[in-house]
């Protein structure tokens, strides 16, 4: 049974740098073709893809939020962590981890549709 | 502003059809990329619904399916009820953005 659970500060301020961990169960990261990825959602509005890490280490970024974004993985801890740097308002928004599984891989890169996601977790951004 | 392209909101009685376009471009459907389709119910993480265009993960009622054409995809609900309220997405790559994954903008559905 795959479960993801999002942890971090509910409340940042401008400027700040935004640490969350994903912490999951059910799968292991250092299984090839396994990934985790982070999305998030404002209020009211749609979801974003952030990030991807996968098994070998392999970093996929939105390229929107390249600049801002690091992800990182502890295998021995199921864990994977997500820093978004220089936040603003405009980053308030509930940001989820899911358990991505390939589709189909060509080319040398993977399609990837989310099958198993966390609860979320909701962080504002004010001063 | 997504580059897939969803109906802010779509409505339809109980025991109705509705359905949901996704509607993409040459870049990322149309390219081929396969769509996923997610049910988002009120204050809860979304759900897969559809992945691969028309398949069903376990467990999802055979009154969802999807389909692809073209450009856009859909996403149909049969005998609806009034427990599909919700919010549903698609999903699919795009390769002008590298072949990043995107999300298409989210249709609220309203059972009357």
């Known amino acids: 049974q795959i479960t993801l659970k999002e942890s971090g500060p509910t409340l940042v301020k401008p400027t700040q740098t935004l640490t969350l961990t994903c912490t999951f169960s059910g799968f292991s990261l250092s299984t090839s073709g396994v990934g985790v990825g982070w999305i998030r959602q404002p209020p009211g509005k749609a979801l974003e893809w952030l990030a991807l890490i996968y098994w070998n280490d392999d970093k996929r970024y939105s390229p929107s939020l390249k600049s801002r974004l690091t992800i990182t993985k502890d295998t021995s801890k199921n864990q994977v962590v997500l820093t978004m740097t220089n936040m603003d308002p405009v980053d308030t928004a509930t940001y989820y981890c899911?358990?991505?599984?390939?589709?189909?891989?060509?080319?040398?890169?993977?399609?990837?549709?989310?099958?198993?996601w966390g609860q979320g977790t909701l962080v504002t951004v004010s001063s | 502003q997504s580059v897939l392209t969803q109906p802010p909101s779509v409505s339809g009685a109980p025991g109705q059809r509705v359905t949901i376009s996704c509607t993409g471009s040459?870049?990322?459907?149309?390219?081929?990329?396969?769509v996923h389709w997610y049910q988002q119910l009120p204050g809860t993480a979304p759900k897969l619904l559809i992945y691969?265009?028309?398949n069903r993960p376990s467990g999802v009622p055979d009154r969802f399916s999807g389909s692809k054409s073209g450009t856009s995809a859909s996403l149909a609900i049969t005998g609806l009820q009034a427990e599909d309220e919700a919010d549903y997405y698609c999903?699919?790559?795009?390769?002008?953005?590298?072949?990043?994954?995107?999300f298409g903008g989210g249709t609220k559905l309203t059972v009357l």
């Open positions: 999903q699919s790559y795009d390769s002008s953005l590298s072949g990043w994954g995107v």
């Open positions: 040459s870049s990322n459907i149309g390219a081929g990329y396969d």
């Open positions: 899911a358990h991505p599984t390939p589709l189909y891989c060509s080319g040398g890169s993977c399609y990837y549709f989310f099958d198993y």
């Open positions: 691969g265009n028309s």
